[in-house]
């Protein structure tokens, strides 16, 4: 009679990642767009070695994989749920296709490279 | 009518489906006094300036629900509302958003009616009970789960408010998913599992993106964005774990 | 017969007519930045995961004017971002009882704030010292 959605599953994806922005993004932000681009912080603090060297373990592809996925799914969400707000009541199946598309690729894609880091 | 030179301007939505093509707007001038109501401005329009000024209301305190409009721009009930807080501007009355105006300040309110009789707004007892077993009882706690999602009086400001229903009006919509919430979670009630295939619709809580105005709106305090949104997890956790709890969990 | 004629007003332009959908959508509009960084950090990786001499050429694009003019209102998104997260977060929550009494929702939000503050911190502390 009425159908089950299955938005609770981009939601989950949507509410950890808008948690993951909300509590981490704005330092990343201010460290690798503007504090170290403009010398406030040493540039060593994003030197190769170091960041090579996190990448290697465990715990380091597990924290860039979730800085760099999570974000990538909570943006898809809300420019899809905005693309309604603004009238645009077609092409639902592309949309979803070409936002939560790009949004997997970006969890594949940093999956398949931290697993050879 | 006490005698002062004070007057207010109320501009009001006009529309007459028998003479009107589209609804226009037209201005009065109201004596103001600072205990009037937005309500009693409307009033005074209609007892002295024009008969056929069309309106909804009946108790004057907030509490039937019947006199939301839109008064410059914002969904309030008009006896809550007065003409103080805008004096010595203009105050534009307009139908309540996002329901089809019938006739200038009255909406066709039978989209809200029907969903509230969908989401069953009773209690259904699990068994049925004899009189001799007395009444049900009731802990503070138990109460309290429920005490802020039963002060809807059903006003629809919050529809007002709500863009997602101002954009799709099969979604279900802030109040009525308020009060479905209120009988969810009334330890009395046991038709939950039958809610809950409302609310895991796409028009039940999907729709919500919680911009959450209306629960900035409500008069009553009933936070229908709350109940909505924990919903949302509760419609999640339905989704996920519907295979080990086959009867739509709990 | 019915005279009736009930009139549907159209819905164009709904956001701009009052404050409150004005800031929902600056808030919705976030998620272009939030996205738009999370690509770059994706193409960090990806040079991260090519050589030092790749991400040396990614480092020295985050010192272009652009890119930093860029990650100044990215930031003020993502700022704009947390703040109204914390602001709504709460509505998600099941009613808290802290004592017997219902914990109100605005402890709930200074709380996120606070959690956010230590986050911080404990990030910046272990980027620029560990």
């Known amino acids: 009679m009425h159908k089950r959605s299955n938005e609770p599953i981009v939601w989950s994806l949507f509410g950890a990642g808008g948690v993951v922005v909300a509590y981490s993004m704005p330092v990343f932000i201010l460290i690798t767009g503007i504090a170290a681009p403009l010398g406030i912080v040493s540039v060593d603090v994003l030197a190769y070695d170091r960041l090579a060297g996190f990448a290697a373990g465990w715990f380091g592809k597990l924290f860039l994989l979730v800085i760099i996925s999570l974000p990538l799914w909570q943006s898809a969400h809300r420019m899809f749920l905005s693309l309604h707000d603004f009238g645009v009541t077609g092409g639902e199946v592309f949309f979803r296709v070409v936002l939560y598309g790009a949004a997997l690729w970006g969890t594949l894609l940093p999956l398949y490279l931290l697993i050879g880091m | ?250 | 017969m019915s005279t009736r004629k009930p009139y549907v007003r159209p819905m164009a332009g709904w956001w701009l007519k009052n404050p409150v959908y004005i800031r929902y959508i600056l808030r919705e509009s976030t998620a272009v930045f939030v996205g738009i960084y999370a690509v770059i950090l994706l193409i960090g990786l990806i040079r991260l995961s090519s050589g030092e001499a790749a991400w040396n050429g990614w480092l020295e694009a985050m010192r272009g004017p652009g890119a930093i003019l860029f990650h100044c209102v990215a930031l003020g998104a993502a700022v704009y971002h947390a703040i109204t997260w914390f602001a709504v977060a709460p509505k998600v929550m099941p009613p808290l009882y802290f004592k017997g009494e219902k914990v109100p929702l605005e402890k709930l939000v200074t709380g996120q704030y606070i959690l956010a503050g230590v986050i911080y911190l404990v990030l910046l502390g272990l980027i620029l010292w560990s």
Not at chain 2, 11 to 33: H, N
Not at chain 2, 97 to 105: A, R
Not at chain 2, 226 to 233: E, F, M, P, Q
């Open chain 2, 1 to 250: 009518m006490e005698n002062n030179d004070k007057t207010i301007e109320i501009e009001v939505l006009r529309y007459r489906p028998e003479e009107d093509e589209k609804p226009f707007l037209q201005s009065f001038k109201v004596p103001f006094t600072d205990d009037m109501s937005v309500l009693q401005g409307v009033q005074y329009i209609k007892d002295y300036l024009d008969g056929s000024v069309s309106f909804r209301w009946s108790c004057r305190m907030a509490i039937c629900g019947s006199c939301g409009m839109m008064i410059n721009g914002v969904p309030k009930l008009s006896c809550k509302t007065f003409l103080r807080e805008y004096y010595p501007g203009k105050i534009t009355l307009e139908a309540l958003k996002h329901f089809p105006i019938e006739k200038d300040l009255i909406i066709d309110l039978s989209d809200f009616i029907g969903k509230l009789e969908s989401i069953k707004p009773y209690i259904v007892p699990s068994a049925p009970r004899a009189l001799e077993e007395g009444e049900y009882l009731q802990t503070p706690r138990q109460l309290d789960r429920i005490a802020q999602f039963s002060s809807c009086i059903n006003c629809m400001l919050c529809y007002s408010a709500c863009p997602q229903y101002g954009l799709k009006p099969e979604y279900l919509g802030p109040g009525a998913i308020a009060l479905l919430h209120r009988y969810n979670e009334d330890n009395r009630d046991s038709a939950k599992a039958g809610r809950m295939q409302l609310l895991n619709a796409q028009e039940g809580v999907w729709d919500c993106t919680l911009v959450g105005y209306c629960s900035e709106v409500c008069p009553k305090d009933v936070d229908p964005a709350a109940a909505i949104n924990r919903n949302k997890v509760n419609s999640a956790m339905d989704y996920f774990l519907r295979c080990i709890t086959p009867r739509g969990g709990n």
